[in-house]
């Protein structure tokens, strides 16, 4: 079992279009393998061979599968977080349109490359104590905290951050299930016009915006910008 000082950082950072080059057919080629063995049969020789480079050049970069592994799971947590921040600090809309959008790309994003993330998930234990993996967890952990304090001005710190952990934990939780069966995507707009619907009305229960006497459902927000059509990717 690694250890929390398992190295999963990459050696070096390519500089030249080649090194890039080579970087990127190696983090395809994992992609693949992944697919194709699962994390118990994915190895540096299966990456190399499937990139059409030697085990040596792959080395050059990542210094063990688990390293590949690491640099495939930060890449996705990265470009989710990008994602988020970008419908969250949206300031053209409310908070509640903004938390509708956020709950649909979510979910969508779990059900997408669905496949490779639970692949990912099974090898978690190469990578996940390693002190790389905290760093690039903290990175996005304030996504989610300075829209709290714009949605919820008049609520304490301490009350914002249980907020704030439970929709997380809540959409993770959630995204996760329900991604690990192929959905269409009219099954993934009702899934995440549901969820949507609960988390507006927890958080139009904690003062955020004012809660509009109409049926629940899709529409059951109008102040968050009604539901998933007007949402979808």
């Known amino acids: 079992m690694p250890t929390r000082t398992t190295r999963v950082a990459t050696r070096k950072t390519p500089k030249q ?20 063995e699962g994390a118990g049969r994915f190895t ?3 990456v190399a061979e499937r990139a059409g480079v030697s085990v040596g050049s792959l080395y050059q970069y990542f210094p063990n599968k688990a390293s590949i592994l690491f640099r495939l799971q930060s890449d996705e947590w990265r470009q989710t977080a990008a994602m988020l921040q970008d ?30 993330r639970m692949a990912l998930n099974d090898a978690a234990p190469l990578y996940r104590n390693a002190p790389e993996a905290s760093e690039t967890r903290a990175e996005s952990a304030g996504i989610y905290a300075m829209f709290m304090r714009e949605a919820l001005p008049g609520m304490g710190d301490a009350e914002r951050e ?17 991604s690990e069966t192929p959905r269409t995507d009219a099954e993934i707009e009702r899934y995440a016009d549901a969820v949507a619907d609960m988390v507006c ?33």
């Open 17 to 36: 279009t080649r090194s890039n080059a080579l970087v990127a057919a190696v983090l395809d080629a994992a992609v693949q393998v992944l697919k194709a």
């Open 44 to 46: 540096t020789a299966r």
């Open 87 to 116: 419908i969250l600090r949206d300031a053209r809309r409310p908070p509640l349109e903004r938390l509708r959008a956020l709950v649909h790309g979510f979910i969508r994003s779990e059900c997408d490359e669905a496949d490779v």
């Open 162 to 178: 249980v907020a704030s952990d439970l929709i997380a934990i809540t959409l993770s939780k959630v995204g996760k299930h329900f």
């Open 201 to 233: 009305a927890y958080m139009e229960r904690l003062g955020c915006g004012e809660r509009m006497d109409v049926p629940a459902g899709p529409t059951a927000y109008p102040d968050c910008g009604v539901g998933g059509a007007a949402l979808r990717r």
